[in-house]
């Protein structure tokens, strides 16, 4: 005589498995215990804004005329802009591609974790470390060049949102742009000369007034020229605002963009990306 053992309904199988969210937070722990081991990588990070800060800093220390501020008061917003689309944008879209290249996300995709965990884990990872080189950079600022911190209530939630619609908009262009490079090994040219060209068009190593109008208007299209509008209408006195293209720190337009931005990319997102190799069908 043969016994058989019903199957347990699917509903109680699905009732056993970890939520997407609670493997995303699973996901996001095991990304920042592998980020943190590469001391390398690590050091790279956090030190390469904090070096061309003071670089920049450095040399360019003499007061703008009619803003009210140093030169050196101008650089910190711009290159705090800077290091938080470093740790999303160009971390993330050199990071997958290598993943990609290397068959990890193909083997994650057979297994029963959800897609949004494995997202959801780089989301965090790009929180964290981004919260860090802020903070980092803030320190510098504060320490070295005289850049007061927020005074109010509200300047202290004009940081927060704009840290995270920059971020978040910058991430998802990371993961874009992460399904462009043919290998791992050419990821790193792909992402980086991009990001470079926006932090010259986009008022981070040069000022606003002395960037052709033709380049501001590329610059305007892209998160970072508007995060560091941002950070500088956050950190800096309102005389500054004479520096702006509209004579306006446009908090209002800053929102609109970096929201806007931020439907895009997931749109990007969903259009371009892969789990595999073009080579690999």
Known sequence: MTTT???PPAEAVSARLPSAWTLGLQRGALELRQFFRQREQVVFTFAFPVVFLFLFASIFKDDVSGAGI???????????????????????????????DEKVLRRLRGTPMPPAAYFLGKIWLVLVTG???????????????????????????DLAWIFVL???????????????????????????LPFLVLQFISGVYIAIDTIPDWM?????LFPLKWMCQGLRGVFLPESAQVLEQAGSWEFGRVALVLGAWCVGGLVLCLLTFRWKNRRDG
């Not at 800077?82 to 993330?92: C, D, E, K, R, V």
């Open 5 to 7: 053992v019903a199957a």
């Open 166 to 192: 920059g971020l978040t908009a910058c991430a998802l262009l990371g993961i874009a742009i992460s399904s462009v490079p043919k290998s791992g090994r050419s990821a790193t040219s792909v992402v980086v």
């Open 216 to 220: 501001l208007t590329v610059g305007a």
């Open 131 to 157: 919260a860090l080189e802020t903070a980092v950079l803030l320190l510098v600022g504060t320490t070295l060049y005289d850049v007061d911190l927020p005074s109010s209530a509200a300047r202290w939630f």
């Open 70 to 100: 140093t030169a050196s008061q101008l650089y910190v917003p711009a290159m705090t802009a800077a290091g938080i689309m470093s740790t999303s944008f160009q971390s993330l879209g050199i990071s997958i591609a290598i993943e990609r």
